[in-house]
């Protein structure tokens, strides 16, 4: 299988080439992330139901990205019994390196309906510049 | 945290056999906590993405349902690059026992979580027998 321009671009993101990651599992860490890009940004989306958002952590160190946050477990009374207990609850830290650095003053993080919309501007120094090719 | 990949995965909801669905959207199975305390039963779902208006809920003789519309956000000029979840609605059914009262229960959500209260009808709640002797 041929590697697309758009591979190649992010084999170092993704740690190997994407055709020998289809149809393996890989080990996803919690909580799962979906990852958008552009040339300008990169765009993270996680789901966080039942969080507040002081109950998130994020910080930001060059191209690696950090979350951290808590969902407590439900108060547990006296007489009261579960009939069933799926959801989650604990601690987590999950950190993601994105494929350039990041303008960390510049992150903006919304929290709605449960999830979390992280927005990651591009280091200024470091976006794609187009150069003018003159004829002489 | 430990927990397997396999745990994270959103579970997909299966449709009765020989029933489709209209929408090409995917259908998730949310994670529910369902707690009976003494005068009520309390169902707790994980919906990210949904909110008041877009939470339906049924209840059709025995069977309570439940609906979410998730409308997906998607990124302007974007390239996806990692997926590892995936987003579509939620749906969930739950049979309820004749001790609900059918009439008070109520619903909220908050941050992407659905709280259900099924307040058991008064005759439900304490039926104590009391054992004589003879």
Same mark, same amino acid.
């Given at each position: 299988?041929?590697?697309?321009? +758009?591979?190649?671009? +992010?084999?170092?993101?993704?740690?190997?080439?994407?055709?020998?990651?289809?149809? $393996?599992?890989?080990?996803?860490? +919690? /909580? /799962?992330?979906?990852?958008?890009?552009?040339?300008?940004?990169? $765009?993270?989306?996680?789901?966080?139901?039942? !969080?507040?958002?002081?109950?998130?952590?994020?910080?930001?160190?060059?191209? $690696?990205?950090? !979350?951290?946050?808590?969902?407590k477990a439900d108060d547990f009374k006296n007489g009261e019994s579960y009939h069933r207990r799926e959801r989650w609850h604990g601690s987590f830290t999950k950190s993601i390196e994105l494929p350039f650095n990041i303008e960390n003053q510049k992150v903006t993080a919304n929290f709605a309906k449960g999830i979390l919309k992280i927005t990651l501007p591009r280091a200024e120094a470091e976006k794609p510049k187009k150069i003018e090719i003159r004829s002489e | 945290?430990?927990?397997?990949?396999?745990?994270?995965?959103?579970?997909?909801?299966?449709?009765? %056999?020989? =029933?489709?669905?209209?929408?090409?959207?995917? =259908?998730?199975?949310? %994670? =529910?906590?369902?707690?009976?305390?003494?005068?009520?039963? =309390?169902?707790?779902?994980?919906? %990210?993405?949904?909110?008041e208006n877009t939470v339906d809920i049924t209840l059709e003789k025995n069977l309570l349902t439940i609906y979410g519309k998730v409308v997906p956000d998607k990124g302007d000029d974007l390239q996806p690059a990692l997926f590892e979840y995936g987003t579509g609605d939620y749906q969930r059914s739950f049979t309820i026992s004749e001790e609900i009262d059918r009439e008070r229960i109520n619903a909220k959500v908050k941050n992407g979580v659905l709280t259900i209260i099924l307040p058991k009808a008064a005759a439900a709640k304490s039926r104590k027998i009391a054992v004589v002797s003879e």
């Open positions: 299988m041929l590697l697309t321009e +758009f591979d190649r671009f +992010f084999e170092p993101f993704w740690g190997m080439p994407r055709y020998r990651q289809r149809g $393996v599992r890989r080990r996803i860490d +919690f /909580p /799962p992330f979906n990852v958008w890009l552009s040339d300008e940004k990169a $765009v993270i989306t996680t789901e966080l139901p039942g !969080l507040n958002p002081e109950d998130i952590e994020l910080s930001v160190i060059g191209k $690696v990205v950090t !979350l951290k946050g808590t969902r | 945290m430990s927990e397997s990949s396999q745990e994270l995965q959103k579970k997909e909801a299966e449709t009765p %056999a020989g =029933v489709e669905r209209t929408r090409s959207e995917k =259908v998730y199975i949310p %994670a =529910v906590d369902i707690i009976e305390k003494k005068d009520e039963m =309390v169902v707790i779902a994980d919906m %990210a993405g949904c909110d």
